[in-house]
C-alpha cells in the first residue's frame, strides 16, 4: 500500500504569514486529495490533484502535485484563524477510490 | 459539494453490546462508500469498502464478522460493531465518491464518536 509522509507534523503560525505543508508518497500517485479536519469533526474536502504538474487553487489556499505524481504541496497564503486544523493529504491506490491518508498536520494561527 | 450524514454522532455503550452506524449520502446516490476509524491524534486507516447489494470487502486485519457491513440502498450503508469491547472505542467515519475512478471526489461524513465502557 501506499505510504504517505507529511511534512510538518504540527505548525504554529502568526496571523497573515504565509505556510506551505508537503506531502510525500513512496509510490507514484493515482490522485491526491487534501482535506481538513477539525478534531473530533469529519473531513472537509479541500482540493483533488490527478495530472503531474497540476496547480488547483481556491480562496487562498493553494495545492500542487509535481510532475513525478509522488510529492504534493499545499500553501495558504495570509494565514487567518479559520485555516486553523488538521490537514490531511489522502491518496488513491491505483484508481480504485480507496484512500490511504498521511499522518497529518496539525496548523495553529496565533492572532 | 456532496454531502454525507452520519447518524448518531457519538454513543456510549456497555461492553458486549452491539451499536450500528448509520451512514447516508443526503443528495446523490453512492454504490460504493468506505468506512475508516480514527483513533486519538492518528489518521484514518480504512476498514472496509461498503458496496450497494453486495457483500462489503474488508482489509486486511479488520474482523468481518465484527464488523458488519450492509448496504441496502444507494443512499444507506450501515455499520454494526457487534459484541463490542473497550478497544473498539473510537472515532468512525464514513465517506462516498461522487463521479467515477480515477477521477471523482469523494466526500466524508461528520463522524462518530464510539466509547464502550
Known amino acids: 500500500s501506499q505510504e504517505l509522509e507529511q511534512s510538518p507534523q504540527s505548525l504554529i503560525v502568526q496571523e497573515g504569514k504565509n505556510l506551505t505543508i508537503n506531502c510525500t508518497s513512496s509510490k507514484t500517485l493515482y490522485g491526491l486529495y487534501w482535506y481538513k479536519q477539525k478534531y473530533g469533526e469529519g473531513l472537509i474536502f479541500l482540493m483533488m490533484l490527478q495530472k503531474g504538474g497540476e496547480e488547483k487553487s481556491h480562496e487562498k489556499i493553494t495545492a500542487k502535485l509535481d510532475e513525478k505524481k509522488q510529492q504534493s504541496s499545499l500553501h495558504i497564503t495570509a494565514s487567518q484563524p479559520s485555516h486553523a486544523g488538521i490537514y490531511l493529504c489522502?491518496?488513491?491506490?491505483?484508481?480504485?477510490?480507496?484512500?490511504?491518508f498521511g499522518t497529518g498536520t496539525r496548523l495553529t494561527i496565533i492572532p | 459539494g456532496a454531502v454525507v450524514s452520519q447518524h448518531p454522532s457519538w454513543v456510549i455503550c456497555k461492553s458486549g453490546t452491539s451499536v450500528k452506524i448509520e451512514c447516508r449520502s443526503l443528495?446523490?446516490?453512492?454504490?460504493?462508500m468506505f468506512w475508516y476509524r480514527q483513533f486519538p491524534k492518528q489518521s484514518l486507516m480504512l476498514m472496509a469498502t461498503s458496496n450497494e447489494g453486495s457483500k462489503a470487502t474488508y482489509e486486511q486485519g479488520v474482523e468481518k464478522d465484527k464488523f458488519l457491513i450492509n448496504h441496502a440502498s444507494l443512499t444507506l450503508s450501515t455499520l454494526t460493531v457487534t459484541s463490542a469491547h473497550p478497544e473498539d472505542s473510537s472515532f468512525y467515519i464514513c465517506?462516498?465518491?461522487?463521479?467515477?475512478?480515477?477521477?471523482?471526489?469523494?466526500?466524508f461524513g461528520p463522524g462518530t464518536r464510539l466509547t464502550v465502557t
Open positions: 443528495d446523490f446516490q453512492a454504490t460504493t
Open positions: 465517506s462516498a465518491s461522487v463521479g467515477s475512478a480515477p477521477s471523482y471526489e469523494q466526500y
Open positions: 489522502g491518496a488513491d491506490e491505483g484508481g480504485n477510490e480507496k484512500l490511504t
